[in-house]
Antibody
Framework: QVQLQESGPGLVKPSQTLSLTCTVS??????????WSWIRQPAGKGLEWIGR???????NYNPSLKSRVTISVDTSKSQFSLKLSSVTAADTAVYYC??????????????????WGKGTTVTVSS | QSVLTQPPSVSAAPGQKVTISCSGS????????VSWYQQLPGTAPKVLIY???KRPSGIPDRFSGSKSGTSATLGITGLQTGDEADYYC?????????????FGTGTKVTVL
């Protein structure tokens, strides 16, 4: 079955750009039945949705992070990526990637996150 | 801060039932479908309910979901020690251009 694995630096300096990659195995990132999301969770706190990318390449972002976030997909490598610029200590969190499964009938499609990666911890510190 | 409000904690004895509420507005729950996620300690979240009340394959029918107006509810019957976890509701919010996904504040379930 499909598996997702996050990877990237565990430590990022303040003001730099956080870059993470999610590798999808056992499935295709180019299937129109899915889109791909990033979610984060500071220690001891709740989940925060960062954004998602559709197979068309279009994206949706959390308004609170939109000015600093870029999500992209590389179908040749079966990966999708997150870049978060100008990080501060407030960006320290466990970062999860997830697959969003599409359901419903055209033109009314809906999604829910049916497969998650195990998460990777990113600390922002000098 | 989240636009979906959940109680911080609920508890009950083994075998009993708990319900978790998720309160939102017309821009999110009122006009979109709700999902529920379970996060066991130290693990990634897992979907329990989607489309307000549907269970993905493999999720036991002890878990149920409902929605009324701008609120949603997750029910867990026959509570087990393995149900001790954090639970989050989630849905799309259409208040801003393009929309965005929102999670609830989260509820910790304790089995007494």
């Amino acid at each position: 079955q499909v598996q997702l694995q996050e990877s990237g630096p565990g430590l990022v300096k303040p003001s730099q750009t956080l870059s993470l990659t999610c590798t999808v195995s056992g499935g295709s990132v180019s299937s129109g039945s899915y889109c791909w999301s990033w979610i984060r969770q500071p220690a001891g706190k709740g989940l925060e949705w960062i954004g998602r990318i559709y197979t068309s390449g279009s994206t949706n972002y959390n308004p609170s992070l939109k000015s600093r976030v870029t999500i992209s997909v590389d179908t040749s490598k079966s990966q999708f990526s997150l870049k978060l610029s100008s990080v501060t200590a407030a960006d320290t969190a466990v970062y999860y990637c997830a697959r969003d499964l599409r359901y419903g009938d055209y033109p009314y499609y809906y999604y829910y996150m049916d497969v998650w990666g195990k998460g990777t911890t990113v600390t922002v510190s000098s | 801060q989240s636009v979906l409000t959940q109680p911080p904690s609920v508890s009950a004895a083994p075998g009993q039932k708990v319900t978790i509420s998720c309160s939102g507005s017309s821009s999110n729950i009122g006009n979109n479908y709700v999902s529920w996620y379970q996060q066991l300690p130290g693990t990634a979240p897992k979907v329990l309910i989607y489309d307000n009340n549907k269970r993905p394959s493999g999720i036991p029918d002890r878990f149920s979901g409902s929605k009324s107006g701008t609120s949603a509810t997750l029910g867990i019957t026959g509570l087990q020690t393995g149900d001790e976890a954090d639970y989050y509701c989630g849905t799309w919010d259409s208040s801003l251009s393009g929309g965005y996904y929102v999670f609830g504040t989260g509820t910790k379930v304790t089995v007494l």
